[in-house]
């Protein structure tokens, strides 16, 4: 895996290592106005008002939880996100990454306003990320993963299957709480549904398509 990562990449990874430093710095703050909020009313406090934005649509993606979080996102972004860049080109990339967050945050909004389970935050680059792991999986059926935990080489596109399928099912069994399984599904839908775009599969056709 080559080490000189393509641009967007490299400043993906750099902006979501500085906005979890700066969560460090102003606690809190970041996380009230920036987070994914649950739609509805806003919850009010002694000095603040909570609730959803249009723009955390996006500025969710690059808060992070814990350190944990952040290695495992960018662990992936990592692996994956440059070979990504170099098949769809910079500008594709792009549109493909934030495509990806903002329908996973979209899902998420969904399952939270029909299935409540409380007022709570959603962060991470999991939608986008998870996003890539489809593309990768499409573009690349017959590459080999191996997992740190599972040290068997698998082909991509099973890999993509059974963690999508693992998903679902924690996702519907609430098995893992406190885990927003279904942005991650969102994630994965709209990169498909992207690609499928591109490679002219939908009655609106692109102007130049997705060659693989």
Same mark, same amino acid.
């Given at each position: 895996?080559?080490?000189? #990562?393509?641009?967007?990449?490299?400043?993906?990874?750099?902006?979501?290592?500085?906005?979890?430093?700066?969560? @460090?710095?102003?606690?809190?703050?970041?996380?009230?106005?920036?987070? #994914?909020?649950?739609?509805?009313?806003?919850?009010?406090?002694?000095?603040?008002?909570?609730?959803?934005?249009?723009? @955390?649509?996006?500025?969710?993606?690059f808060?992070?939880?814990?350190?944990?979080?952040?290695?495992?996102?960018?662990?992936?972004?990592?692996?994956?996100?440059?070979?990504?860049?170099?098949?769809?080109?910079?500008?594709?990339?792009?549109?493909?990454?934030?495509?990806?967050? *903002?329908?996973?945050?979209?899902?998420?909004?969904?399952?939270?306003?029909?299935?409540?389970?409380?007022?709570?935050?959603?962060?991470?680059a999991?939608?986008? *990320?998870?996003?890539? #792991?489809?593309?990768?999986?499409?573009?690349?059926p017959?590459?080999?993963?191996?997992?740190?935990?599972?040290?068997?080489?698998?082909p991509?596109?099973?890999?993509?299957?059974?963690?999508?399928? *693992?998903?679902?099912?924690?996702?519907?069994?609430?098995?893992?709480?406190?885990?927003?399984?279904?942005?991650?599904?969102?994630?994965?839908?709209?990169?498909?549904?992207?690609? @499928?775009?591109?490679?002219?599969?939908f009655?609106?056709?692109?102007?130049?398509?997705?060659?693989?």
């Amino acid at each position: 895996m080559p080490l000189d #990562l393509p641009p967007v990449t490299r400043n993906l990874l750099i902006a979501n290592i500085a906005v979890y430093l700066l969560q @460090q710095f102003m606690g809190t703050a970041l996380l009230l106005y920036f987070a #994914l909020w649950p739609l509805g009313p806003d919850r009010i406090g002694d000095d603040f008002s909570v609730g959803f934005r249009p723009w @955390q649509l996006i500025s969710y993606a690059f808060m992070h939880g814990d350190i944990k979080h952040l290695l495992f996102n960018m662990l992936a972004l990592f692996m994956f996100g440059g070979t990504i860049e170099r098949t769809f080109g910079g500008r594709d990339y792009t549109i493909y990454y934030f495509v990806c967050l *903002i329908v996973a945050a979209l899902a998420q909004l969904l399952v939270m306003y029909w299935f409540p389970t409380g007022f709570y935050p959603t962060v991470g680059a999991s939608g986008a *990320i998870f996003g890539l #792991l489809l593309a990768f999986g499409l573009m690349y059926p017959h590459e080999k993963i191996m997992l740190f935990l599972l040290p068997i080489p698998m082909p991509a596109w099973l890999f993509v299957t059974g963690y999508a399928a *693992i998903e679902l099912f924690f996702g519907v069994t609430g098995t893992q709480s406190g885990v927003a399984h279904f942005a991650h599904l969102g994630g994965m839908v709209g990169g498909y549904l992207l690609i @499928q775009y591109w490679r002219g599969k939908f009655p609106i056709k692109p102007k130049r398509r997705l060659m693989r």
